[in-house]
Protein backbone atom coordinates (compact mmCIF):
# COMPACT_ATOMS: atom_id res chain seq x y z
CA UNK A 1 0.00 0.00 0.00
CA UNK A 2 1.17 3.38 -1.29
CA UNK A 3 2.96 5.14 1.93
CA UNK A 4 0.78 8.11 3.39
CA UNK A 5 2.50 11.33 3.95
CA UNK A 6 2.73 13.18 6.60
CA UNK A 7 2.76 17.29 6.82
CA UNK A 8 3.55 18.89 9.55
CA UNK A 9 1.72 22.10 10.19
CA UNK A 10 4.28 24.83 12.41
CA UNK A 11 1.80 27.66 12.76
CA UNK A 12 1.19 27.40 16.39
CA UNK A 13 5.38 27.56 17.23
CA UNK A 14 4.88 30.72 15.90
CA UNK A 15 1.78 31.40 17.74
CA UNK A 16 4.30 30.79 21.12
CA UNK A 17 6.87 32.99 19.81
CA UNK A 18 4.68 35.46 18.82
CA UNK A 19 2.98 35.76 22.64
CA UNK A 20 6.06 37.21 24.10
CA UNK A 21 7.89 38.54 20.96
CA UNK A 22 11.42 37.57 20.16
CA UNK A 23 12.94 34.83 18.64
CA UNK A 24 11.81 31.72 20.65
CA UNK A 25 10.63 28.96 19.49
CA UNK A 26 11.85 29.35 15.88
CA UNK A 27 9.34 27.85 13.76
CA UNK A 28 12.58 26.71 11.03
CA UNK A 29 13.85 24.57 13.64
CA UNK A 30 10.36 23.18 14.63
CA UNK A 31 10.47 22.54 10.65
CA UNK A 32 13.67 20.83 10.72
CA UNK A 33 12.96 18.95 13.32
CA UNK A 34 9.93 17.71 11.81
CA UNK A 35 11.19 16.23 8.73
CA UNK A 36 14.16 14.45 11.03
CA UNK A 37 10.86 12.82 13.22
CA UNK A 38 9.49 11.89 9.86
CA UNK A 39 7.25 14.30 8.15
CA UNK A 40 7.07 14.66 4.95
CA UNK A 41 6.09 18.12 4.25
CA UNK A 42 5.70 21.13 6.24
CA UNK A 43 3.25 23.18 6.11
CA UNK A 44 2.45 26.97 7.12
CA UNK A 45 -0.34 29.25 7.12
CA UNK A 46 1.04 33.34 6.22
CA UNK A 47 -2.51 35.20 7.41
CA UNK A 48 -3.41 38.55 6.64
CA UNK A 49 -2.96 39.74 9.86
CA UNK A 50 0.12 37.54 10.71
CA UNK A 51 -1.02 36.20 13.96
CA UNK A 52 1.79 33.28 13.61
CA UNK A 53 3.72 32.92 10.82
CA UNK A 54 5.34 36.52 9.52
CA UNK A 55 6.67 36.84 6.43
CA UNK A 56 10.30 36.29 7.48
CA UNK A 57 9.11 32.61 8.43
CA UNK A 58 8.27 32.30 4.79
CA UNK A 59 11.30 33.02 3.12
CA UNK A 60 13.35 31.18 5.44
CA UNK A 61 11.49 27.86 4.75
CA UNK A 62 11.71 28.55 1.48
CA UNK A 63 15.24 28.72 1.34
CA UNK A 64 16.24 25.85 4.02
CA UNK A 65 13.98 23.49 4.05
CA UNK A 66 14.48 20.02 2.26
CA UNK A 67 11.06 18.52 2.53
CA UNK A 68 8.29 20.40 0.35
CA UNK A 69 6.38 23.67 2.07
CA UNK A 70 2.86 23.72 1.26
CA UNK A 71 2.16 27.22 1.74
CA UNK A 72 -1.71 28.16 3.30
CA UNK A 73 -2.82 31.58 2.10
CA UNK A 74 -6.78 33.17 1.27
CA UNK A 75 -7.00 34.12 -2.03
CA UNK A 76 -5.63 37.73 -2.36
CA UNK A 77 -3.83 39.69 -4.30
CA UNK A 78 -0.81 40.24 -1.40
CA UNK A 79 -0.77 36.47 -0.93
CA UNK A 80 -0.19 35.33 -4.46
CA UNK A 81 2.62 37.67 -4.62
CA UNK A 82 4.08 36.44 -2.27
CA UNK A 83 3.39 32.44 -2.87
CA UNK A 84 5.16 33.59 -6.85
CA UNK A 85 7.66 35.07 -5.27
CA UNK A 86 9.07 32.06 -3.15
CA UNK A 87 7.46 29.28 -5.45
CA UNK A 88 6.41 26.86 -2.51
CA UNK A 89 6.08 23.21 -3.34
CA UNK A 90 1.90 23.44 -3.09
CA UNK A 91 -0.26 26.59 -2.03
CA UNK A 92 -3.53 25.54 -0.62
CA UNK A 93 -5.86 27.96 -0.78
CA UNK A 94 -8.04 28.50 2.67
CA UNK A 95 -11.12 30.72 3.36
CA UNK A 96 -10.20 33.54 6.04
CA UNK A 97 -11.90 35.64 8.31
CA UNK A 98 -9.79 38.52 10.27
CA UNK A 99 -11.48 37.04 13.90
CA UNK A 100 -11.87 33.58 13.53
CA UNK A 101 -9.72 31.67 15.83
CA UNK A 102 -8.60 29.31 13.37
CA UNK A 103 -9.91 27.97 9.67
CA UNK A 104 -13.85 27.56 10.16
CA UNK A 105 -14.71 25.47 7.39
CA UNK A 106 -13.93 24.19 3.93
CA UNK A 107 -13.18 27.30 0.70
CA UNK A 108 -16.64 27.79 -1.01
CA UNK A 109 -15.32 26.60 -4.38
CA UNK A 110 -18.47 26.68 -5.81
CA UNK A 111 -19.86 30.01 -5.07
CA UNK A 112 -16.31 31.31 -5.35
CA UNK A 113 -15.54 30.04 -9.15
CA UNK A 114 -15.04 33.28 -10.90
CA UNK A 115 -12.59 35.22 -8.11
CA UNK A 116 -10.47 31.95 -7.43
CA UNK A 117 -9.78 30.67 -11.32
CA UNK A 118 -7.38 33.71 -11.85
CA UNK A 119 -5.46 32.85 -8.59
CA UNK A 120 -5.26 29.20 -9.37
CA UNK A 121 -4.35 29.64 -12.78
CA UNK A 122 -1.57 32.35 -11.98
CA UNK A 123 -0.08 29.60 -9.10
CA UNK A 124 -0.29 26.91 -11.56
CA UNK A 125 1.45 28.77 -13.93
CA UNK A 126 4.16 29.15 -12.22
CA UNK A 127 4.70 25.68 -11.25
CA UNK A 128 3.14 25.79 -8.45
CA UNK A 129 0.59 22.75 -7.30
CA UNK A 130 -2.48 24.17 -6.06
CA UNK A 131 -4.62 22.38 -2.94
CA UNK A 132 -8.40 23.16 -1.60
CA UNK A 133 -9.51 23.28 1.87
CA UNK A 134 -13.13 22.14 1.38
CA UNK A 135 -15.80 20.37 2.85
CA UNK A 136 -16.22 16.52 2.08
CA UNK A 137 -19.09 17.85 -0.57
CA UNK A 138 -19.79 16.66 -3.86
CA UNK A 139 -21.04 20.02 -4.67
CA UNK A 140 -17.25 21.59 -3.78
CA UNK A 141 -15.13 18.42 -5.15
CA UNK A 142 -17.09 19.24 -8.70
CA UNK A 143 -15.69 22.96 -8.25
CA UNK A 144 -12.34 22.05 -7.59
CA UNK A 145 -12.40 19.83 -10.66
CA UNK A 146 -13.53 22.45 -13.08
CA UNK A 147 -11.61 24.99 -11.29
CA UNK A 148 -8.35 22.58 -12.24
CA UNK A 149 -7.27 22.55 -8.90
CA UNK A 150 -4.43 19.55 -8.58
CA UNK A 151 -5.25 18.71 -5.15
CA UNK A 152 -8.32 18.65 -2.76
CA UNK A 153 -7.67 18.83 1.28
CA UNK A 154 -10.77 17.37 3.17
CA UNK A 155 -11.81 19.31 6.13
CA UNK A 156 -12.55 16.71 9.03
CA UNK A 157 -12.95 18.78 11.26
CA UNK A 158 -16.35 17.99 11.94
CA UNK A 159 -15.58 13.92 11.91
CA UNK A 160 -12.83 15.33 14.94
CA UNK A 161 -15.35 16.83 17.09
CA UNK A 162 -18.30 14.94 17.58
CA UNK A 163 -18.30 12.49 19.95
CA UNK A 164 -21.35 10.26 19.01
CA UNK A 165 -20.35 7.08 17.55
CA UNK A 166 -23.33 7.57 14.76
CA UNK A 167 -22.19 10.85 14.38
CA UNK A 168 -19.03 10.02 13.69
CA UNK A 169 -19.69 7.75 11.39
CA UNK A 170 -21.74 9.47 9.14
CA UNK A 171 -18.74 11.96 8.61
CA UNK A 172 -16.53 9.49 8.32
CA UNK A 173 -19.00 8.48 5.41
CA UNK A 174 -18.98 11.26 4.03
CA UNK A 175 -14.96 11.63 4.17
CA UNK A 176 -15.09 8.16 2.59
CA UNK A 177 -17.23 9.48 -0.34
CA UNK A 178 -15.18 12.43 -1.26
CA UNK A 179 -11.94 11.02 -1.37
CA UNK A 180 -13.64 8.23 -3.94
CA UNK A 181 -14.46 10.94 -5.89
CA UNK A 182 -11.23 12.73 -6.09
CA UNK A 183 -10.27 9.99 -7.08
CA UNK A 184 -12.83 9.66 -9.75
CA UNK A 185 -11.67 12.82 -10.76
CA UNK A 186 -8.23 12.59 -11.07
CA UNK A 187 -7.15 14.77 -8.02
CA UNK A 188 -4.97 14.04 -5.39
CA UNK A 189 -6.66 13.44 -2.16
CA UNK A 190 -5.71 15.27 1.14
CA UNK A 191 -7.21 15.16 4.55
CA UNK A 192 -6.78 17.90 8.05
CA UNK A 193 -7.88 19.74 10.51
CA UNK A 194 -8.21 18.59 14.08
CA UNK A 195 -6.58 15.31 13.52
CA UNK A 196 -5.15 13.51 17.23
CA UNK A 197 -4.18 10.26 18.09
CA UNK A 198 -7.62 8.89 18.82
CA UNK A 199 -8.91 9.89 15.57
CA UNK A 200 -6.27 9.78 13.08
CA UNK A 201 -6.01 5.98 12.11
CA UNK A 202 -9.89 5.99 10.16
CA UNK A 203 -8.51 8.51 8.47
CA UNK A 204 -5.32 7.13 7.43
CA UNK A 205 -7.13 3.86 6.53
CA UNK A 206 -9.07 5.19 3.21
CA UNK A 207 -6.96 4.19 0.42
CA UNK A 208 -7.54 7.60 -1.49
CA UNK A 209 -6.03 9.57 0.90
CA UNK A 210 -2.31 10.24 0.23
CA UNK A 211 -1.19 12.89 3.10
CA UNK A 212 -2.71 14.05 5.93
CA UNK A 213 -1.66 17.72 7.63
CA UNK A 214 -1.98 17.73 11.40
CA UNK A 215 -0.21 20.85 13.39
CA UNK A 216 -1.95 22.06 16.68
CA UNK A 217 -2.36 18.55 18.12
CA UNK A 218 1.43 18.20 17.33
CA UNK A 219 2.39 21.33 18.28
CA UNK A 220 0.31 20.81 21.95
CA UNK A 221 1.68 17.49 22.52
CA UNK A 222 4.90 18.51 22.13
CA UNK A 223 4.66 20.55 25.80
CA UNK A 224 4.72 17.12 27.19
CA UNK A 225 6.68 15.13 25.42
CA UNK A 226 8.73 16.78 22.74
CA UNK A 227 8.13 17.57 19.43
CA UNK A 228 10.20 14.52 18.09
CA UNK A 229 8.06 12.29 20.02
CA UNK A 230 4.88 13.55 19.39
CA UNK A 231 5.96 13.05 15.60
CA UNK A 232 7.29 10.08 15.75
CA UNK A 233 4.05 8.64 17.69
CA UNK A 234 1.24 10.09 15.05
CA UNK A 235 3.90 8.54 12.06
CA UNK A 236 3.61 5.42 14.18
CA UNK A 237 -0.35 5.18 14.07
CA UNK A 238 -0.73 6.32 10.77
CA UNK A 239 1.70 3.53 9.28
CA UNK A 240 -0.31 1.04 11.40
CA UNK A 241 -3.85 2.09 10.32
CA UNK A 242 -2.26 2.12 6.16
CA UNK A 243 -0.63 -1.31 7.09
CA UNK A 244 -3.66 -2.67 7.46
CA UNK A 245 -4.64 -1.96 4.12
CA UNK A 246 -2.20 -4.49 2.62
Known sequence: MKHLRLGVNIDHVATIR???GGVHPDPLRAAQMAEAAGADGITAHLREDR???AD???ELLAENLTIPLNFEMAATDEMLDIALKHSPHAACLVP???EERT????LDAAGGHNMLKSYIDALRGNDIRVSLFIEPDLKQMEAAKRLGADIVELHVGPYCDVVSGDLRQRELDRILAAAAVADEYGLECH??????YDTVAPIAKIPNIV???IGHFLIGEAIFVGLDTAIREMRDLMDKARAELA
Do not use: P
Open 51 to 53: RHI
Open 103 to 106: TEGG
Open 56 to 58: KDI
Open 96 to 98: EKR
Open 191 to 196: AGHGLT
Open 18 to 20: NAR
Open 211 to 213: ELN
